[in-house]
């Protein structure tokens, strides 16, 4: 499995990004598939999950009614809509997967991409 993130840049708050997930190297149905995120200086934070299969989700708290998780079955993309972002927000975003249900622990997920930088601007 092989994961690529792509989408980060600099940002003004309160603008908006997409960020890509693009997967390859198997046949993803029963994966888990997510976001997280890691600031400088603090632990890797998760983002939001969602199932290959039948497209549940899952979000963090800090994120939930701005960011949008979704993915493209056939062109084995996920991505990320993050809105209204916020200072805070800044950080290297990583996708991951796992087989199985959703969580939002990393230590659980078993493949991870390169991340992608959001700087958001005050």
């Known amino acids: 499995v092989q994961l690529q993130a792509s989408g980060g840049g600099l940002v003004q708050a309160g603008g908006s990004l997409r960020l890509s997930c693009a997967a390859s190297g198997r046949t993803f149905s029963g994966y888990a598939m997510a976001w997280f995120r890691q600031a400088p200086g603090k632990e890797r934070e998760f983002v939001a999950a969602?199932?290959?299969?039948?497209?549940?989700?899952y979000y963090a708290d800090s994120v939930k009614g701005r960011f949008t998780i979704s993915r493209a079955n056939a062109e084995k993309m996920v991505y990320l809509q993050m809105n209204s972002l916020k200072p805070e927000d800044t950080a290297v975003y990583y996708c991951?997967?796992?087989?199985?249900?959703?969580?939002?622990?990393?230590?659980?997920?078993?493949?991870w991409g390169q991340g992608t930088l959001v700087t958001v601007s005050s």
């Open positions: 969602i199932m290959w299969s039948g497209g549940r989700t």
């Open positions: 991951a997967a796992k087989i199985g249900y959703l969580t939002g622990e990393p230590q659980e997920y078993d493949y």
